[in-house]
């Protein structure tokens, strides 16, 4: 690969761009994904399979770089069991809204406490762009 990895962070719409906004803000720090979709790649802006030290490129959902982070670490953990870490750093105010909001957004999974999640561990390095018009 020539290039960096790239990585987009899905909201409601194609005009929710509330968590690469999150991130530039430094109040996103981690995200988290099934244990079989994140080393999969999702198409030219989702590279997958992301490990500590490699330099990300964040996309929104129109495909606009916004930012970019440096992944700093990767962990498994169980449904049943949120680190407050990877709930505050996905931007939550308690591992039960975690689970709520996760439950929502993966419905054809059944999120049972065993169930392993993959979390990225990350920092923000550069502000590429704030605002687009849209």
Not at 26 to 49: H, L, M, P
Not at 95 to 121: K, N, Q, S, Y
Request: hydrophobic share 35%; aromatic share 12%.
């Amino acid at each position: 690969m020539n290039r960096r990895k790239r990585l987009t962070f899905w909201g409601a719409d194609e005009n929710d761009d509330s968590l690469p906004r999150a991130v530039m803000d430094g109040r996103k720090t981690v995200t988290a994904d099934t244990v079989a979709d994140y080393y999969k790649s999702y198409g030219e802006y989702g590279d997958g399979g992301y490990a500590p030290g490699d330099i990300i490129e964040v996309y929104d959902l129109k495909q606009r770089l916004r930012c970019i982070i440096r992944a700093t670490e990767v962990h498994t953990i169980e449904f049943g069991n949120i680190p407050e870490e990877v709930w505050r750093g996905e931007t939550f105010s308690s591992a039960e809204e975690f689970r709520e909001c996760h439950i929502r957004c993966m419905p054809h999974l059944d999120l049972h406490d065993h169930f392993e999640l993959v979390t990225l561990h990350f920092e923000l390095v550069e502000v590429i762009a704030r605002d687009f018009a849209r």
